[in-house]
Protein backbone atom coordinates (compact mmCIF):
# COMPACT_ATOMS: atom_id res chain seq x y z
CA UNK A 1 0.00 0.00 0.00
CA UNK A 2 1.40 3.37 -1.14
CA UNK A 3 0.47 6.39 1.86
CA UNK A 4 1.26 9.58 2.30
CA UNK A 5 0.93 11.87 5.13
CA UNK A 6 0.34 15.93 4.83
CA UNK A 7 1.11 17.36 8.39
CA UNK A 8 1.30 20.23 10.05
CA UNK A 9 2.82 20.75 12.97
CA UNK A 10 4.56 24.01 14.40
CA UNK A 11 4.27 24.53 18.45
CA UNK A 12 6.13 21.78 20.15
CA UNK A 13 6.19 19.05 17.16
CA UNK A 14 3.42 17.05 18.81
CA UNK A 15 1.40 16.52 15.70
CA UNK A 16 4.42 15.48 14.14
CA UNK A 17 5.28 12.45 16.84
CA UNK A 18 1.64 11.38 15.83
CA UNK A 19 1.97 11.73 12.37
CA UNK A 20 5.32 9.83 12.43
CA UNK A 21 3.50 7.04 14.70
CA UNK A 22 1.18 6.18 12.03
CA UNK A 23 4.32 6.69 9.10
CA UNK A 24 5.68 3.92 10.37
CA UNK A 25 2.52 1.71 11.07
CA UNK A 26 1.59 2.50 7.47
CA UNK A 27 4.89 2.56 5.56
CA UNK A 28 3.77 6.30 4.49
CA UNK A 29 6.18 9.26 3.91
CA UNK A 30 5.48 12.43 5.80
CA UNK A 31 5.78 15.31 4.06
CA UNK A 32 4.26 19.52 4.85
CA UNK A 33 1.51 20.98 2.65
CA UNK A 34 4.19 23.07 0.73
CA UNK A 35 6.36 19.67 0.22
CA UNK A 36 3.24 17.81 -1.38
CA UNK A 37 3.22 16.73 -4.62
CA UNK A 38 -0.60 16.79 -5.86
CA UNK A 39 0.03 13.63 -8.00
CA UNK A 40 1.57 11.76 -5.19
CA UNK A 41 -1.72 11.97 -3.50
CA UNK A 42 -3.24 11.18 -6.51
CA UNK A 43 -1.12 8.14 -6.94
CA UNK A 44 -1.59 6.94 -3.19
CA UNK A 45 -3.97 4.37 -1.73
CA UNK A 46 -4.16 5.95 1.55
CA UNK A 47 -3.36 9.73 2.03
CA UNK A 48 -3.61 11.05 5.91
CA UNK A 49 -4.21 14.90 6.60
CA UNK A 50 -3.25 16.54 10.01
CA UNK A 51 -2.61 19.76 12.42
CA UNK A 52 -2.95 20.85 15.76
CA UNK A 53 -5.92 22.68 16.81
CA UNK A 54 -5.70 26.60 16.54
CA UNK A 55 -8.69 28.44 17.92
CA UNK A 56 -10.83 25.31 17.24
CA UNK A 57 -9.89 24.48 13.77
CA UNK A 58 -7.00 22.57 12.12
CA UNK A 59 -4.23 24.51 10.92
CA UNK A 60 -5.28 27.45 8.17
CA UNK A 61 -2.09 25.77 6.13
CA UNK A 62 -3.50 22.09 6.35
CA UNK A 63 -6.91 24.02 5.17
CA UNK A 64 -5.72 25.96 2.64
CA UNK A 65 -3.86 23.10 0.79
CA UNK A 66 -6.96 20.63 0.95
CA UNK A 67 -8.91 23.34 -0.52
CA UNK A 68 -6.81 23.94 -3.19
CA UNK A 69 -6.24 20.37 -4.10
CA UNK A 70 -8.19 19.32 -7.64
CA UNK A 71 -10.82 17.04 -7.00
CA UNK A 72 -9.79 13.12 -6.62
CA UNK A 73 -10.57 9.96 -5.10
CA UNK A 74 -9.47 7.60 -3.01
CA UNK A 75 -8.98 6.99 0.53
CA UNK A 76 -8.22 9.90 3.11
CA UNK A 77 -8.14 9.80 7.24
CA UNK A 78 -7.68 13.23 9.04
CA UNK A 79 -5.79 13.51 12.62
CA UNK A 80 -5.81 16.10 15.18
CA UNK A 81 -3.53 17.38 18.27
CA UNK A 82 -5.10 19.80 20.88
CA UNK A 83 -4.64 20.79 24.30
CA UNK A 84 -8.34 21.28 24.98
CA UNK A 85 -10.53 18.17 24.97
CA UNK A 86 -12.76 17.59 21.71
CA UNK A 87 -16.65 17.92 22.22
CA UNK A 88 -18.32 15.23 20.32
CA UNK A 89 -21.12 17.00 18.60
CA UNK A 90 -18.31 18.91 16.94
CA UNK A 91 -14.64 17.14 16.38
CA UNK A 92 -12.07 19.20 15.58
CA UNK A 93 -11.58 16.92 11.88
CA UNK A 94 -15.22 17.43 11.04
CA UNK A 95 -14.55 20.74 8.92
CA UNK A 96 -11.55 19.28 7.12
CA UNK A 97 -13.20 15.36 6.46
CA UNK A 98 -16.47 17.66 4.79
CA UNK A 99 -14.23 19.17 2.69
CA UNK A 100 -12.47 15.79 1.65
CA UNK A 101 -15.26 14.12 1.00
CA UNK A 102 -16.74 17.35 -1.28
CA UNK A 103 -13.32 16.83 -3.24
CA UNK A 104 -14.44 13.27 -3.89
CA UNK A 105 -11.89 11.37 -0.88
CA UNK A 106 -13.53 8.75 0.88
CA UNK A 107 -12.53 9.26 4.36
CA UNK A 108 -12.24 6.19 6.52
CA UNK A 109 -11.64 7.73 10.28
CA UNK A 110 -10.47 10.47 11.71
CA UNK A 111 -8.08 10.59 15.56
CA UNK A 112 -7.39 13.23 17.89
CA UNK A 113 -5.47 13.31 20.78
CA UNK A 114 -4.41 15.79 23.90
CA UNK A 115 -1.17 17.75 23.33
CA UNK A 116 1.01 20.23 24.87
CA UNK A 117 -0.45 23.03 24.54
CA UNK A 118 1.57 26.78 25.56
CA UNK A 119 -1.22 28.94 23.87
CA UNK A 120 -1.68 32.25 25.77
CA UNK A 121 -3.63 31.40 28.92
CA UNK A 122 -1.86 28.30 29.10
CA UNK A 123 1.82 29.69 29.11
CA UNK A 124 0.90 31.61 32.58
CA UNK A 125 0.99 28.14 33.96
CA UNK A 126 4.11 26.52 31.68
CA UNK A 127 1.27 25.37 29.49
CA UNK A 128 -0.96 21.96 29.85
CA UNK A 129 -1.06 18.56 28.98
CA UNK A 130 2.71 18.35 29.48
CA UNK A 131 3.80 15.00 28.60
CA UNK A 132 1.26 14.75 25.87
CA UNK A 133 1.26 12.93 23.27
CA UNK A 134 2.31 9.86 25.54
CA UNK A 135 2.82 6.50 24.96
CA UNK A 136 -0.85 5.55 25.43
CA UNK A 137 -1.64 8.41 22.86
CA UNK A 138 0.83 7.10 20.40
CA UNK A 139 -0.22 3.44 20.96
CA UNK A 140 -3.73 4.74 20.36
CA UNK A 141 -2.22 6.42 16.93
CA UNK A 142 -0.55 2.89 16.14
CA UNK A 143 -3.86 1.10 16.80
CA UNK A 144 -5.67 3.63 14.17
CA UNK A 145 -3.28 3.23 11.95
CA UNK A 146 -3.22 -0.46 11.99
CA UNK A 147 -6.96 -0.16 11.21
CA UNK A 148 -6.47 1.73 8.20
CA UNK A 149 -4.06 -0.25 6.54
CA UNK A 150 -6.39 -3.74 6.80
Known amino acids: MKAVIVCVSVSHGNTRRVADTMARTLGAKVVTPEEADPRELADADLVGFGSGVFHGRLHPRLTGFVTALPAGRGRAFVFATSGLPEIPPAPFTRPLVRLLEGK ?43 RLRQ
Open 104 to 146: GFEVTGSFSCRAFDTWAPFKLVGGINKQRPDTADLAAARAFAE
